[in-house]
């Protein structure tokens, strides 16, 4: 395999073969930061997860993951580009040097996840998916979904991905089962949780000592957001921590907020997974210059959340009157709902009347354009957007 991945090359210069990990240990992968920094990105068109999830149908309830195996590998390397990646490897017994380069895409390349993906799509576009089966691609990760003939139909898949030369992990194979983890969460029939490993990993967090440590902190909260009620409210006080000097401080206030925090994540509830066909209620509120909502969905005559939804308003907003606030709050809450609802019937509840307020008195205090923007999501609504107001 190795001889089909690699090439002999006589570039003049080499790209470092080991990355050095924060503990001083080292990764075995070429460090290409030094090439990733001089690649022109391309616009990404990796999907979010943040969305993706929601296009799975509540009624399934098996499914499979599969995970595909040195994914990368089955994209060839164009030849004016493989010396870009060259890189000097010697042999353990022998002590013999050699420069060699990638034939395939390489690990560490900033934009292979991109390709690779788009890749894969492509491949996907001829696969025949059985009625009833939905299929979700993230990068290299396949969820396969169903309420009934999911063995048959991940055979099918598996020997499709085969016989296009991609491989697929054994080890890592979900097959048909009722509960599958996927890119952190438990996924299950109309329900979706977070993996309690994650959660775990975050509450065992010491608090952090730098600024690195408060963006990584407030990476892996962010990736928790739509479980947290209130979350902009809860991390406010981490980004403030930011705008500090070289050396911040961490006083016992802030511990104690942390601490809140991170009881919030200790007892997150599972989230239902979205229904097209049925209507959504977007429950807004504004409070301290946080909009504040929770997305639901009705259930066997109960409310269920499928999100929860919180955006800090920007500075000019916060010396408006409440109701005035009480726009811009519903008009971000439902863009962001949009995300999630992919077109469904979206109903609005508020405590006040943003439309009436919005025509009769936001002209005082809304610049021409934020009345422009604020009209066409609450008035002017976006086609395919079935979506009224109502006071709670």
């Known amino acids: 395999m190795l001889k089909k991945l690699l090439r002999n090359s ?10 050095k990990k924060p503990d001083g240990s080292y990764r075995l992968v070429q460090d290409l930061r030094e090439v990733n920094k001089r690649t022109r990105s391309r616009y990404p068109v990796v999907p979010n997860p943040y969305t993706l999830l ?16 040195d994914a990368f590998w089955a994209c060839p390397l164009a030849k004016e580009s493989r010396d870009i990646f060259a890189f000097e490897w010697e042999d353990p017994k022998t002590g013999r040097k050699q420069q060699l380069r990638w034939t395939k895409l ?12 788009q890749a894969l799509e492509k491949i996907l ?24 003939e999911v063995r048959e139909a991940t055979i099918k898949l598996l020997n499709f991905l085969g ?16 509960e599958v983890k996927y890119l952190g969460h438990l996924i299950s029939k109309g329900s979706r949780r977070l993996n309690p490993e994650r959660i775990a990993g975050i ?8 600024k690195r440590e408060i963006r ?26 930011l705008t500090e000097g070289d050396n911040i401080k961490w006083t016992k206030e802030d511990d104690d907020k942390l601490e809140k925090l991170k009881l919030k994540l200790a007892s997150i509830p599972a989230l239902s997974l979205p229904s097209l066909e049925k209507p959504f209620h977007l429950y807004v509120n504004v409070e301290k210059g946080v909009a504040h909502g929770v997305l639901v969905q009705e259930w066997g005559g109960v409310k269920r959340p499928v999100a929860y939804l919180s955006k800090m308003l920007d500075p000019v907003s916060h010396g408006w009157p409440v109701c005035i606030q009480a726009i811009a709050a519903t008009a971000i809450l439902v863009e962001e ?3 999630l609802t992919f077109g469904g019937k979206l109903i609005v509840c508020t405590p006040h009347a943003v439309r009436n307020v919005l025509n009769q008195k936001a002209e005082k205090w809304l610049t021409d354009s934020r009345m422009l923007k604020y009209e066409a999501i609450l008035i002017d609504c976006h086609p395919g957007f079935s979506e009224f107001f109502k006071a709670f």
């Open 10 to 19: 006589k570039k003049k210069k080499n790209i470092q073969l080991n990355v």
């Open 54 to 69: 929601s296009k799975v149908p509540p009624q399934h309830q098996w499914f499979s993951v599969v995970d595909l195996k």
């Open 106 to 117: 390489p690990q560490g390349f900033t934009e292979s996840p991109n390709l690779f993906g």
């Open 125 to 148: 576009q001829a696969f025949s998916t059985p009625p009833g089966i939905q299929i979700i691609q993230y990068v290299d990760d396949l969820l396969l979904s169903g309420e009934d």
């Open 163 to 178: 016989e296009k030369g991609l491989r697929v992990s054994k080890g890592k194979l979900q097959f048909v089962e009722p």
């Open 203 to 210: 509450l065992s967090l010491p608090p952090p000592s730098s």
């Open 216 to 241: 990584k902190l407030l990476g892996l909260l962010g990736y928790c957001r739509l479980w947290i009620e209130g979350y902009t409210q809860a991390v406010k006080f981490l980004y403030e921590k």
């Open 337 to 339: 709902s949009r995300k």
